[in-house]
Every structure is written in structure tokens, then in C-alpha cells.
């Protein structure tokens, strides 16, 4: 059976005055009751300056190396992530005709050696030469059978022709003798020249096998057994993290508090590990541009603890002093990224929009313009906002 439209309109508007009725029976909040709250003394403390920079730790020292000599390898002593000891050997190239080179090159210094006469210091000993020695026994022949021959000519015993060709006879001795001198001078000079070459050699052996300059862990590989390697080709990346190297921009307005062998603390990002340090660099002139200044921090890294490459976090404390406000955590409220703490006004809450500085504990160090001793909300408690009616501790009941 259907209902009459009228009957039905009428049943409608009195489930709706029913509602209204019920709707109006809820209780309601209060919103002009004061908000009960703690409160807490907040106190102005003087604490230095303190710089937070951040940069990426860089290793103390990296290199990439490359054999002295070209040659194929041989073996290959170490693998990505070894780590290896000052003179440890990296890369061993095959050495045996650099090994032949060298003996062949002594081989010849000996030869030229025997061929000259050395005094007890090793210098040149012209006179023991034997090429020199024979040349000047011919020389003072010559001499002797011209002093023989002069009397004769001049008493008409011999003939000019004949005196002539005792004359010619010395000066041609004389002219070998000078001749084996100059071949002896170059000949000292061709054997230290064969020993050096020798020396060389020698050196380019015992260089078929590539050590580590410093202590330190291998990066990089880039040569395997069998490859044909020259010099200035970089065969092993080694880097020392014994101690990073974090590299800072210091704002103008800070730089001249900084300098050399001022400590440092840093916090290695994603890590939560501190390590700590020392100002070892710091650049002559601000950078133009930034307005900035480059210093450069040495961190130590003794245990291995920290990877280079990780972003890193400093703390450098400057001789200047500020006055900060230290505040309760529970004292601090955030709302879209700004940070505001309430003042205690009378009965109602005072919102402070504050810059937090650091973190000591379960305090906060703030910085914002109030005397010490300044009255705080905390903790906040719901309902708490700027301009609220607020029931002190003594007044909440």
C-alpha cells in the first residue's frame, strides 16, 4: 500500500525536528576554558660560536700508480679492497731480457775497464794505460836518438837527410803519444758512460716489480696477468684513509676565527659515527665569487672505521661567544618547518618563533630575543596554541 506524499513529508520533518533535538543535547567543548599547563624556568647561557659545515671525506692521500718500466705481467699481487703496507709488492712484470740487458751492459763496462789504468781512488792513471805507456816508450826513444844524432850532425858526422828524419821520427812519436792520451780520456769517459748504462739496467730489473709508495688500501685494479703494461700507464689506484681529508667553505663573516690546528669534530652522515680532527689548511685569500674561504680539515681514521666518499658533518667552535637561551626538547613545538617555543605572558601563552643552534641532552639551545629566567610552557600540552587562555599549575584545579 502506498503512503499518501502529504503523510510522508510529514514523517520526514519530524525525524528531522527529532534530530535537531538530539543534535543539540550533545555536550559541547568549552572552547573558552584555559588550557592547563606545566611551566619551567628557561636560562641565558654563553657558549661559543660554533661553525656547521658540511663537505665529503676525501682520502689523506690517493694515487695511481705505474710501472717504471714496460713489460708484461706477470703476476698480480692484490685484489679491490686489499689493504697493503709501505714497499708491499702490487703488479710483477716479467723481467728476463731486462735481466740479460744488464748483464750484457756490465759486460761491456768490464771490457772497457780493462782497457785502462785507474790510480787508488779510482781515478784515470794515463800514464799506466798500455796504449799510452807504449806510445810514450816510443816517444823517448825518439827523443833519445835525436839527442844522439844532434852532436853528430852539427860535427858534420851525418848528413842533413838523416838528422831530418830523427827529428821527424819524434815528432811523430810524440803525435801517437798524444793520440793514445786522447783515445784513453775518451775511453774513461766511454766506460763510465757503460756503467751507467749498466747501473740503469740493473735499476730497470729490480723496477719489474711495482711496491706501494705509502700504507694504504687498493681502489682499483686495472691490469691482468698476461697484459703488456708501459710506463705512465696506471695499473693500481691506492688510497690512504688512515686520515680523511674534509674540505670546508667558512662564510666570510666566520673566517677570521678560524686557523691552522684548530680542532674539529665531525659526524659522518648515515652513519651516526663522530671522529675527530684539526684544521691542517686553510687558503690566503676568500674566494671572490662565494665570499667564502677553503680550509681543509685532517681527520683520523686510524681504525678504518670510516670510507671516504661519505658526507660528513663538522663542527668547528671559534673563539667568539654567543648568548643562546637553553630550553626543555618538550619545550619546542614545529609547524611547517618552523620552530616556536610559548612564553608564559600573564594567563595566556606567548608563541616565540626561535633558531635552534644545538642540541645538549634533553635541552635545546635556542637562539631568540628573552631575558634569562623566562617563564615556558612545558611540555606542550594539546590545545596549546599563541594568544590561549592557559590554567597555571597552582590555579589548574
Known amino acids: 500500500m502506498m503512503i499518501p ?38 636560562h641565558r647561557v654563553s657558549v661559543p660560536e660554533v661553525l656547521k659545515l658540511d663537505g665529503t671525506l676525501e682520502p689523506y692521500r690517493e694515487a695511481k700508480l705505474s710501472p717504471l718500466v714496460a713489460g708484461h705481467v706477470s703476476d698480480v699481487k692484490v685484489e679491490r679492497g686489499d689493504r697493503v703496507k709501505k714497499g708491499d709488492p702490487l703488479i710483477v712484470l716479467r723481467t728476463d731480457a731486462l735481466r740479460l740487458a744488464a748483464s750484457s751492459a756490465r759486460a761491456r763496462a768490464t771490457a772497457q775497464r780493462e782497457q785502462l789504468a785507474f790510480d787508488d781512488q779510482g781515478r784515470l792513471d794515463l800514464e799506466k794505460v798500455p796504449d799510452v805507456a807504449a806510445a810514450q816508450t816510443d816517444r823517448d826513444l825518439a827523443a833519445d836518438d835525436l839527442a844522439r844524432m844532434t852532436p853528430l850532425y852539427e860535427s858534420g858526422a851525418i848528413d842533413a837527410r838523416t838528422f831530418e828524419r830523427s827529428k821527424a821520427a819524434l815528432q811523430a812519436a810524440e803525435a801517437r803519444l798524444a793520440g793514445a792520451k786522447r783515445r784513453a780520456t775518451a775511453g774513461y769517459a766511454t766506460y763510465h758512460s757503460l756503467q751507467a748504462d749498466a747501473a740503469l739496467r740493473q735499476d730497470d730489473a729490480k723496477n719489474g716489480t711495482l711496491v706501494a709508495p705509502f ?5 682499483d685494479r686495472m691490469v691482468e696477468i698476461g697484459e703488456f703494461v708501459a710506463p705512465q700507464q696506471p695499473v693500481v689506484e691506492l688510497v690512504d684513509t688512515t686520515r680523511l681529508r674534509l674540505e670546508l667553505e667558512v662564510p666570510e663573516r666566520s673566517s677570521a676565527g678560524v686557523k691552522v690546528g684548530q680542532p674539529v669534530e665531525v659526524e659522518v652522515d648515515g652513519t651516526g659515527q663522530k671522529l675527530t680532527g684539526e684544521i691542517a689548511f686553510v687558503a690566503a685569500a676568500i674566494e671572490p665569487k662565494r665570499r667564502t674561504l677553503s680550509v681543509e680539515a685532517v681527520i683520523d681514521n686510524a681504525a678504518g672505521d670510516v670510507r671516504a666518499g ?3 658533518r663538522a663542527r668547528l667552535a671559534l673563539d667568539q661567544k654567543r648568548e643562546l637561551l637553553r630550553v626543555p626538547r618538550s619545550a619546542l613545538a614545529e609547524r611547517a618547518g618552523v620552530e616556536r617555543i610559548y612564553v608564559v605572558e600573564g594567563n595566556r601563552a606567548s608563541a616565540r618563533i626561535v633558531e635552534v643552534v644545538d642540541l645538549e641532552g634533553d635541552d635545546i639551545l635556542v637562539k631568540v630575543d628573552l631575558p634569562d629566567g623566562t617563564t615556558l610552557v612545558s611540555p606542550l600540552p594539546n590545545g ?10 597552582s590555579a589548574a584545579h
Not at 700504507?215 to 681502489?219: C, I, L, R
Not at 596549546?384 to 599549575?393: F, Q, S, Y
Open 5 to 42: 506524499r502529504i503523510t510522508l513529508l510529514l514523517l520526514l520533518a519530524t525525524g528531522a525536528a527529532a534530530c535537531s533535538h538530539d543534535s543539540s543535547a550533545a555536550p559541547q567543548r568549552d572552547e573558552t576554558a584555559p588550557v592547563a599547563v606545566q611551566t619551567v624556568a628557561a
Open 215 to 219: 700504507d694504504g688500501a687498493v681502489m
Open 384 to 393: 596549546i596554541a599563541d594568544g590561549v587562555t592557559i590554567a597555571l599549575p
Open 310 to 312: 661519505h658526507f660528513a
